[in-house]
């Protein structure tokens, strides 16, 4: 198989994805907006970068990585035409396919490869050596290899293991989880719990550790024991916060919200409110949801740690504590056994 593919995009993906092909020793061609602020980037990470409107049909292989929104309109302009024959498409996410906001060519692969992480966690996989979990989808096969090519890129970024499903299931899932406990549930019970201690009286400072700042100790122990075994190493108050409250939090209500929210994705209501969105309707929501106080409160905390603080996008690196140096926090560590 000819190692050589086209990537369009330099976000967390395309850059995660792009330096992994090419340290399994593929040639890399990126196709960027010209002088975006990813062009730059990629040339100085040591990429050949040409402009997105030149870059198809140049490559057997294309991997469209951009956001779920944009496809559409690029891959339109720049990609439908450009195709080579017997070549292969890729996408991490299946949704425009999916959606049918897009028509592919009849002699071409087209594959949906999923890492179930983000970029940041591809690479630290990969220079760590280890895996992630993934799963792949063909949703059109015009040669006889289109497995093989699934299974080539998978393992070019580090998928393993690697499930077999269809697109319908990656975009349903995907969506789903997305809306209703990645960031939908997750984001609001952060806030709410946080904004609940803090109308009441309680420190910020307080009502962040207890809300926000445990939760990334409870995601390790999840992953690496499960909710049963989470169970066996919590606090008997704990255990009856998970046991007993949990089902006052998602009760039967929740219950038929995240029956609604699936029937909604199912039916296409979703997808299309969706679409119907404008860039600046996000920005305006995504202002309005902002809880400036919790977010403020997590800097202060996260430069008194001398940890890394990531503040809309943009990385504000804070020297790292030295070992002989005393934590503040000293009495929240949490050990693992």
């Known amino acids: 198989m000819e190692k050589q593919i086209t990537i369009i995009g330099y976000g967390t993906q395309g850059k995660a994805q792009a ?6 020793g593929w040639k890399i061609i990126l196709g960027l907006r010209k002088d975006g602020k990813s062009w730059r980037e990629a040339i100085n990470d040591g990429f050949e970068v040409i402009p997105v409107e030149k870059v198809a049909g140049l490559s057997p292989f294309v991997s469209i990585l951009i956001p779920d929104l944009e496809i559409e309109q690029v891959y339109k302009r720049y990609v439908y035409q450009n195709m080579l024959k017997g070549g292969c498409l890729f996408f991490a996410h299946g949704l425009n396919l999916y959606a ?26 990969h220079k760590e050596g280890k895996t992630i979990p993934g799963s792949y989808a063909i949703f059109q096969e015009a040669t006889r290899v289109a497995e ?15 499930i077999k499903t269809t697109i319908e299931e990656e975009v349903v899932t995907d969506l789903f989880a997305e809306q209703v406990v990645l960031c939908g549930g997750l984001h609001h019970l952060i806030s709410s719990a946080f904004d609940t201690l803090v109308s009441k009286g309680y420190s910020p400072k307080m009502s962040y550790l207890a809300c926000m700042y445990e939760l990334k100790f409870m995601v390790d122990i999840l992953d690496k024991y499960g909710i049963e075994g ?29 029956k609604q929210i699936l029937k909604e994705i199912r ?30 409160v997590r800097k202060e905390i996260k430069h ?28 929240l560590k949490f050990e693992i056994e």
């Not at 119907?276 to 403020?296: A, F, G, T, W, Y």
């Open 100 to 125: 049918k906001w897009i028509t592919v060519q009849k002699l071409i692969d087209v594959i949906v490869v999923s890492p179930n992480a983000i970029g940041d966690a591809i690479l630290k996989a």
């Open 267 to 296: 039916r296409g209501q979703f997808l299309n409110q969706l679409k119907s969105l404008k860039k600046e309707d996000i920005e305006k929501l995504r202002k309005n949801k902002v809880n400036r106080e919790l977010e403020e």
């Open 148 to 162: 093989d090519r699934a299974k080539a890129y998978a393992e070019a970024i580090h998928i393993n293991p690697l």
């Open 19 to 24: 330096i992994c092909f090419r340290d399994a």
């Open 304 to 331: 008194q740690l001398r940890e890394e603080v990531i503040v809309s996008g943009e990385e504000n690196i804070i020297e790292l504590k030295k070992p002989d140096e005393e934590s503040p926090f000293e009495d």
């Open 230 to 258: 989470v169970r066996d190493k919590i606090s008997d108050t704990a255990l009856y916060g998970d046991l007993i409250q949990g089902g006052r939090i998602i009760n039967s209500q929740s219950l038929d919200e995240m």
